[in-house]
Nanobody, 114 residues
Framework: VQLQASGGGLVQVGGSLRLSCAAH????????IGWYRQVPGKQRELVASITSGGTTNYADTAKGRFTISRDNAKNTMYLQMNSLEPEDTGGYYC?????????WGLGTLVTVSS
């Protein structure tokens, strides 16, 4: 496991969570890293990404509510999620973009209850 997500949990609609991604490799070696979400029966989708230079990109569903950041010195990436909605429920994973197969960790589960 090269990139391990944590920080998920159960939260009510409108609540917030901050996810962390601990890298067991040198995060500086990855130009673009991102957060992915997977729900049962659907493919894993990119939620947000950030380049080594700090350029960010968000899925339409995340724009204005989520903020991705990375701390290269700490070898860590974050996803601040605000105004959570039931549709945000799923397993959240971090990986490079495009994803690298052996970088996938176990993910962290986010459940938003209405």
């Amino acid at each position: 496991v090269q990139l391990q997500a944590s920080g998920g949990g159960l939260v009510q609609v409108g609540g917030s969570l901050r996810l962390s991604c601990a890298a067991h490799i040198n995060i500086n070696s990855i130009n673009t890293i991102g957060w992915y979400r997977q729900v049962p029966g659907k493919q894993r989708e990119l939620v947000a990404s950030i380049t080594s230079g700090g350029t960010t990109n968000y899925a339409d569903t995340a724009k204005g509510r989520f903020t991705i950041s990375r701390d290269n010195a700490k070898n860590t990436m974050y996803l601040q999620m605000n105004s959570l909605e039931p549709e945000d429920t799923g397993g959240y994973y971090c990986n490079a973009y495009p994803p690298v197969r052996n970088y996938w960790g176990l993910g962290t589960l986010v459940t938003v209850s209405s």
